[in-house]
């Protein structure tokens, strides 16, 4: 049981000096602290991570565990997940002279309007660091002037570059344990565990606590409703959570790994994975969100769980009493409705590697549909795997979507007419009115249900046409 004595205080560093914190609210996010304490060179501009205005830079841990600068969205951060972590704003880049990030963006005249150029500088920044400042590193950054072209030539100009400076040096001594934090502010109280065990305690102890990992989801709340939690679990120091490990035949990936990881940890070995992934929100986003807390949130319209669903994953959900595991087609139980049970802890999902004993070759890929191309809500969202004999039969179908039900969702029914039939186009043709019929989604701002209907048969015959010359 970790030690529960209550602090007062929270520590951070903020542009190189220690600050101490008392009475701060846990779920005050970064960004309204920042402006609280008059540091207003962050903007806010749409408050729940799409437009990029608010960014910073933290010291985190890269993909293969090296301290690196994120970038990450100011207004979905609580406090409580601040503490103990290094920030670095647009006021604390530049020493005596310009950093030559925001040298280049004016020697371009990449600022129009200079709303959105703070973030813009900061997610360059973190790149800076990285070696690859390139139009990926923006991606989540918003010029409602669209001056685009001589952003990216500032990008340009300072892509692959050896810095040797202070922000360097830091990243060389920086201390990235996250230790264990119980605050209250008399208020509120804020927990961080290192352990599943410390967790699992503190969940039976106040099983009405809300758990939060990356808070990308839950930061919505806190920026738009300023919606104030009593007690906040936080699971992103847990050590078992944070795995990700691989056998012969299968992948397990840690409820609170954050999807950049996967992202490049996983990187070729699930196609339909690797593209959702890559219209998943933005680097700031998926710098901070979670695999189990995009799954747990159970949103019909959550970009992973068609993915996941399309590839038989399972899920391990931990108690105190031990892990039990299930596959994920039975987790979501009805809108924001799932399995979990008080006291339950999503630990991980595991994904099958292998493809079916009949089968020599696989067909996996997924599609997103939204307004904007990347960095919007799903009007539908689809993933397909198809498993083929040497005859080109289909002896394994998986198809997977969300935004058509009250629940991500598979096509049982057309995936049980589909095996044992040829892998062509008048097999497609032969199952597109059933894949109109068999959901009943409904109409809202995003698209009708008609729409949805057809892009439910559209997509799955969009995904032969692309992987014909493969199968």
């Known amino acids: 049981m970790m030690n529960q004595a209550l602090e007062h205080r929270l ?29 207003t060179g962050t903007k806010e501009g749409c408050g729940d991570g799409d437009c990029g205005a608010c960014t910073v830079a933290i010291v985190g841990r890269d993909a293969a565990g090296d301290p690196t600068y994120q970038a990450v969205n100011s207004c979905l951060i609580p406090m409580g997940a601040i503490a103990g972590r290094e920030v670095v704003t647009i006021e604390g ?22 709303y959105c150029t703070p973030g813009f500088i900061m997610s360059m920044f973190a790149a800076y660091y990285a070696g690859n ?3 990926l590193s923006v991606e989540g950054n918003l010029c409602r002037c669209t001056g685009y072209l001589p952003i990216r030539r500032a990008a340009q100009q300072v892509t692959n570059a050896q810095p040797s400076d202070q922000f360097s040096e830091r990243l060389k001594q920086a201390d990235l344990d996250l230790s264990p934090i119980t605050y ?23 099983p009405d606590a809300t758990l939060v990992a990356g808070a990308t989801d839950l930061g919505l709340e806190m920026s738009h409703h300023r919606q104030t939690f009593p007690i906040l679990i936080s699971l992103e120091g847990v050590t078992e959570l944070q795995q990700i490990e691989q056998t012969n035949d299968r992948v397990t990936i840690g409820a609170a790994v954050p999807l950049y990881q996967v992202e490049t940890n996983l990187h070729g070995m699930f196609p339909s994975l690797d593209e959702m992934l890559h219209l998943f929100a933005a680097r700031q986003v998926r710098n901070r969100a979670t695999i189990g807390g995009n799954i747990g949130t159970a949103s019909p319209i959550g970009d992973l ?3 996941l669903l399309s590839l038989d994953a399972e899920i391990a959900i931990a108690s105190l009493t031990g892990v039990r595991s299930l596959p994920l087609m039975e987790f979501f139980k009805g809108y924001r409705q799932t399995d979990l049970k008080s006291g339950e802890i999503i630990a991980s999902v595991t994904i099958p590697k292998t ?15 939204g307004k904007r191309g990347t960095d919007d809500i799903s009007i539908v969202a689809a993933a397909f795997t198809i498993d083929l004999d040497s005859d080109y039969k289909i002896v394994h179908a998986r198809l997977g979507y969300g935004g058509v039900a009250a629940t991500p969702v ?27 019929e068999i959901f009943t989604p409904l109409t809202d701002l995003r698209g009708s249900a008609d729409y949805r209907k057809l892009l439910v048969a559209n997509l799955f015959e969009k995904f032969f046409v692309e992987t014909e010359d493969q199968s």
């Not at 530049?94 to 005249?109: D, R, S």
């Not at 502010?185 to 565990?193: D, I, K, L, S, T």
């Not at 057309?414 to 039939?421: D, K, T």
């Open 133 to 135: 400042v390139d139009d």
């Open 410 to 436: 598979r096509a049982i029914a057309v995936e049980n007419a589909l095996v044992g039939q040829p892998w062509t186009i008048e097999t497609i043709q032969q199952v597109k009115p059933l894949l109109k």
């Open 184 to 206: 209250s502010n008399q208020e509120q109280q804020f927990y961080r565990p290192t352990q599943l065990s410390e967790a699992l305690e503190l969940l039976q102890q106040y």
């Open 93 to 114: 880049i530049a020493n005596g002279k310009l950093h030559p990030v925001q040298a280049a963006m004016v020697e371009t005249g990449g600022s129009q309007c200079g």
């Open 305 to 307: 769980p068609p993915v």
């Open 11 to 39: 520590f951070l560093t903020l542009n190189g000096d220690r600050l101490c914190l008392k009475n701060v609210s846990p779920s005050m996010t970064l960004l309204q602290y920042l402006h609280q304490t008059r540091r």
């Open 355 to 369: 493809i079916s004993e009949t089968a020599v070759k696989r067909l996996n890929h997924s599609y997103k549909i």
